[in-house]
T-cell receptor, first 118, second 112 residues
Framework: GAVVSQHPSWVICKSGTSVKIECRSL??????MFWYRQFPKQSLMLMAT?????????EQGVEKDKFLINHASLTLSTLTVTSAHPEDSSFYIC??????????????FGPGTRLTVL | AQSVTQLGSHVSVSEGALVLLRCNYS??????LFWYVQYPNQGLQLLLK??????LVKGINGFEAEFKKSETSFHLTKPSAHMSDAAEYFC??????????FGSGTKLNVKP
């Protein structure tokens, strides 16, 4: 199956700094990538949808200036948490959508990135 | 509007017993339905999915789920639990296969 990687797998940073998380589709081209956030013991919440070469679409309540998304190529999307604060600590998961011949476009999930802000 | 309800945040079964994890959904359009498993500090692994066709779907590791439109349900079952099945399970609905909406998750504990 298709593989999605994330880097780093975990990161610890100081409050006020910015952190970049990469999401790559390793063996397919992803027309769309999604970013999710998962709080401890909770479900995944969709943060934003990004299409290659265009601006990301953010879900209601997600600060686009806080969570910068760049989808520079068909295999790479990045999420930058700017001026991170302890409340941004979370598990961030990306997924990539591959366009198949059928009407259903399969989505594959990355392994996640654990962000801890001190 | 789309939503997913997973009844029971924690389910505990004995090894060898039947596993039943419940999922009900609401969707304004015919949905695609999924079950994912998540092990601690890992991403999501697809167990099975329903898109079209046969309503009884078989997945990996002996799991299966049945799409019941009249009950708006997609419950996950496994005839005999194994210790390695202990994990958190998420049901998800995706209208037309674009955005995913996840349930709150069910943590499965398997007792020896």
């Amino acid at each position: 199956g298709a593989v999605v990687s994330q880097h780093p797998s975990w990161v610890i940073c100081k409050s006020g700094t910015s952190v970049k998380i990469e999401c790559r589709s390793l063996d397919f081209q992803a027309t769309t990538m999604f970013w999710y956030r998962q709080f401890p013991k909770q479900s995944l919440m969709l943060m934003a949808t990004s299409n290659e070469g265009s601006k990301a679409t953010y879900e209601q309540g997600v600060e686009k200036d806080k969570f910068l998304i760049n989808h520079a190529s068909l295999t790479l999307s990045t999420l930058t948490v700017t001026s991170a604060h302890p409340e941004d600590s979370s598990f961030y998961i990306c997924s990539a959508r591959v366009k198949l011949l059928s009407s259903y476009n399969e989505q594959f999930f990355g392994p996640g990135t654990r962000l801890t802000v001190l | 509007a789309q939503s997913v309800t997973q009844l029971g945040s924690h389910v505990s079964v004995s090894e060898g017993a039947l596993v039943l994890l419940r999922c009900n959904y609401s969707s304004s359009v015919p949905p695609y339905l999924f079950w994912y498993v998540q092990y601690p500090n890992q991403g999501l692994q697809l167990l099975l999915k329903y898109t079209t066709g046969a309503t009884l779907v078989k997945g990996i590791n002996g799991f299966e789920a049945e799409f019941k439109k009249s009950e708006t349900s997609f419950h996950l079952t496994k005839p005999s639990a194994h210790m390695s099945d202990a994990a958190e399970y998420f049901c998800a609905v995706s209208p037309r296969g674009v955005k995913f909406y996840f349930g709150s998750g069910t943590k499965l504990n398997v007792k020896p």
